[in-house]
Protein backbone atom coordinates (compact mmCIF):
# COMPACT_ATOMS: atom_id res chain seq x y z
CA UNK A 1 0.00 0.00 0.00
CA UNK A 2 1.33 3.20 -1.22
CA UNK A 3 0.52 6.44 0.82
CA UNK A 4 -0.27 9.17 -1.44
CA UNK A 5 0.77 12.60 -0.11
CA UNK A 6 -1.46 15.56 0.88
CA UNK A 7 -1.18 18.21 -0.99
CA UNK A 8 0.41 21.31 0.88
CA UNK A 9 -2.67 23.44 2.19
CA UNK A 10 -2.95 26.80 0.28
CA UNK A 11 -1.39 29.42 2.06
CA UNK A 12 -3.58 32.31 2.92
CA UNK A 13 -3.00 35.65 2.14
CA UNK A 14 -1.55 38.30 4.48
CA UNK A 15 -4.81 40.78 5.12
CA UNK A 16 -3.17 43.82 3.31
CA UNK A 17 -3.42 45.94 7.08
CA UNK A 18 -1.11 42.93 8.83
CA UNK A 19 0.95 43.39 5.79
CA UNK A 20 1.40 47.35 6.43
CA UNK A 21 1.66 46.57 10.32
CA UNK A 22 4.63 43.87 9.46
CA UNK A 23 6.19 46.60 7.15
CA UNK A 24 6.20 49.43 9.82
CA UNK A 25 7.55 47.23 12.15
CA UNK A 26 10.38 46.37 10.66
CA UNK A 27 10.91 50.14 9.52
CA UNK A 28 10.78 50.91 13.04
CA UNK A 29 13.43 47.85 14.03
CA UNK A 30 15.81 49.30 11.72
CA UNK A 31 15.53 53.02 12.23
CA UNK A 32 15.91 51.85 15.94
CA UNK A 33 19.09 49.73 15.03
CA UNK A 34 20.65 52.10 12.56
CA UNK A 35 23.70 54.25 13.11
CA UNK A 36 22.74 58.05 12.35
CA UNK A 37 23.00 59.73 9.27
CA UNK A 38 25.50 62.19 8.55
CA UNK A 39 22.85 64.64 8.84
CA UNK A 40 21.87 63.55 12.41
CA UNK A 41 25.41 64.07 13.47
CA UNK A 42 25.71 67.87 11.88
CA UNK A 43 22.49 68.31 13.35
CA UNK A 44 23.48 67.29 17.03
CA UNK A 45 26.84 68.66 17.07
CA UNK A 46 25.23 71.99 15.72
CA UNK A 47 23.39 71.44 19.07
CA UNK A 48 25.91 71.38 21.26
CA UNK A 49 27.58 74.11 19.67
CA UNK A 50 25.49 76.29 20.24
CA UNK A 51 24.35 75.26 23.42
CA UNK A 52 25.71 76.86 26.48
CA UNK A 53 27.87 75.73 28.99
CA UNK A 54 26.39 74.77 32.27
CA UNK A 55 27.68 77.18 34.80
CA UNK A 56 30.79 75.72 36.95
CA UNK A 57 31.34 75.60 40.49
CA UNK A 58 34.75 75.14 40.97
CA UNK A 59 36.15 76.96 37.40
CA UNK A 60 33.80 79.91 37.24
CA UNK A 61 36.04 81.79 35.01
CA UNK A 62 35.53 78.98 32.22
CA UNK A 63 31.75 79.12 32.85
CA UNK A 64 31.14 81.05 29.52
CA UNK A 65 32.42 78.30 27.52
CA UNK A 66 30.37 76.78 24.69
CA UNK A 67 33.50 75.27 22.89
CA UNK A 68 36.19 73.11 23.27
CA UNK A 69 38.25 75.64 20.99
CA UNK A 70 37.11 78.13 23.61
CA UNK A 71 38.80 76.33 26.41
CA UNK A 72 41.59 75.43 24.22
CA UNK A 73 42.49 79.12 23.84
CA UNK A 74 42.07 79.92 27.62
CA UNK A 75 44.41 77.85 28.32
CA UNK A 76 46.89 78.95 25.53
CA UNK A 77 46.27 82.37 27.31
CA UNK A 78 47.44 81.08 30.42
CA UNK A 79 50.32 79.48 29.09
CA UNK A 80 51.62 82.60 27.64
CA UNK A 81 51.45 84.93 30.80
CA UNK A 82 52.82 82.08 32.60
CA UNK A 83 55.83 81.60 30.24
CA UNK A 84 56.37 85.14 31.29
CA UNK A 85 57.44 83.70 34.52
CA UNK A 86 59.17 80.72 33.57
CA UNK A 87 61.05 80.93 30.25
CA UNK A 88 61.30 84.69 29.37
CA UNK A 89 63.11 85.56 26.01
CA UNK A 90 66.66 86.13 26.14
CA UNK A 91 70.51 84.85 26.13
CA UNK A 92 70.99 81.83 28.93
CA UNK A 93 72.97 82.78 31.95
CA UNK A 94 76.65 81.90 31.31
CA UNK A 95 76.87 80.15 34.29
CA UNK A 96 74.29 77.74 32.67
CA UNK A 97 74.78 75.93 30.11
CA UNK A 98 70.85 75.17 29.15
CA UNK A 99 69.30 77.38 26.12
CA UNK A 100 66.77 79.28 27.59
CA UNK A 101 63.42 78.50 25.54
CA UNK A 102 59.75 78.38 26.04
CA UNK A 103 60.75 74.86 27.94
CA UNK A 104 63.26 76.18 29.66
CA UNK A 105 62.23 75.67 33.12
CA UNK A 106 61.58 71.55 32.09
CA UNK A 107 65.01 71.04 30.88
CA UNK A 108 66.22 72.79 33.63
CA UNK A 109 64.14 70.74 36.27
CA UNK A 110 64.74 67.29 34.81
CA UNK A 111 68.51 68.59 34.53
CA UNK A 112 68.13 69.25 38.70
CA UNK A 113 66.75 66.08 39.22
CA UNK A 114 68.81 64.16 37.16
CA UNK A 115 71.70 65.39 39.06
CA UNK A 116 69.97 65.05 42.60
CA UNK A 117 68.74 61.97 41.86
CA UNK A 118 71.67 60.07 40.59
CA UNK A 119 71.46 56.52 41.24
CA UNK A 120 67.81 56.44 42.65
CA UNK A 121 65.19 53.90 41.16
CA UNK A 122 63.41 55.39 38.10
CA UNK A 123 59.89 55.26 40.31
CA UNK A 124 61.77 56.80 44.17
CA UNK A 125 58.95 59.54 45.07
CA UNK A 126 62.16 61.95 45.66
CA UNK A 127 62.85 62.40 41.88
CA UNK A 128 59.35 63.94 41.67
CA UNK A 129 60.51 66.16 44.61
CA UNK A 130 62.89 66.91 43.10
CA UNK A 131 61.18 67.73 39.24
CA UNK A 132 58.88 70.57 41.58
CA UNK A 133 61.87 71.68 43.72
CA UNK A 134 63.78 72.58 40.39
CA UNK A 135 60.77 74.14 38.65
CA UNK A 136 60.87 76.80 41.86
CA UNK A 137 64.66 77.21 40.96
CA UNK A 138 63.93 78.10 37.43
CA UNK A 139 61.32 80.21 38.08
CA UNK A 140 63.56 82.62 40.29
CA UNK A 141 66.68 82.34 37.91
CA UNK A 142 63.93 83.37 35.33
CA UNK A 143 62.45 86.24 37.25
CA UNK A 144 65.16 87.10 40.26
CA UNK A 145 64.43 88.48 43.81
CA UNK A 146 64.14 91.75 42.39
CA UNK A 147 61.96 90.89 39.42
CA UNK A 148 58.54 91.04 38.75
CA UNK A 149 56.31 88.31 38.36
CA UNK A 150 52.90 88.19 36.72
CA UNK A 151 50.76 85.12 38.28
CA UNK A 152 52.50 84.29 41.73
CA UNK A 153 54.79 86.59 44.04
CA UNK A 154 58.59 85.77 44.59
CA UNK A 155 57.29 85.04 48.25
CA UNK A 156 55.49 82.28 47.17
CA UNK A 157 57.68 80.94 45.19
CA UNK A 158 60.70 81.10 48.01
CA UNK A 159 57.90 79.01 50.17
CA UNK A 160 56.91 76.53 47.43
CA UNK A 161 60.50 75.66 47.27
CA UNK A 162 61.34 75.39 50.92
CA UNK A 163 57.85 73.23 51.25
CA UNK A 164 59.51 70.93 48.34
CA UNK A 165 62.51 70.72 49.60
CA UNK A 166 60.60 69.88 52.85
CA UNK A 167 59.40 67.01 51.16
CA UNK A 168 62.12 66.13 49.65
CA UNK A 169 63.63 65.68 53.37
CA UNK A 170 61.17 63.83 54.79
CA UNK A 171 60.83 61.49 51.59
CA UNK A 172 65.02 61.41 51.64
CA UNK A 173 64.64 60.79 55.81
CA UNK A 174 62.04 57.60 55.00
CA UNK A 175 64.08 56.43 52.63
CA UNK A 176 67.51 55.96 54.61
CA UNK A 177 64.96 54.55 57.54
CA UNK A 178 63.70 51.42 55.69
CA UNK A 179 67.63 50.89 54.44
Known sequence: MTLKKKPAPKARPVPPMLR?????????ARKAYAPP??????EA??????????????????????LPIDLLEADADVFRRKQADY?????????????MDAFENFRFSSWYAARV?????????RRAAAILE???ISRLMTVGLEGTASNETIDDTLSDGRNYSAIL??????ARAKG
Open 134 to 136: GVK
Open 45 to 66: LAEVATAPAPASPRIPAFASLS
Open 169 to 174: DALNRE
Open 20 to 28: QAIRDAAAK
Open 117 to 125: CRGLPEDDP
Open 87 to 99: APDGPAPRAFTLR
Open 37 to 42: TLEEID
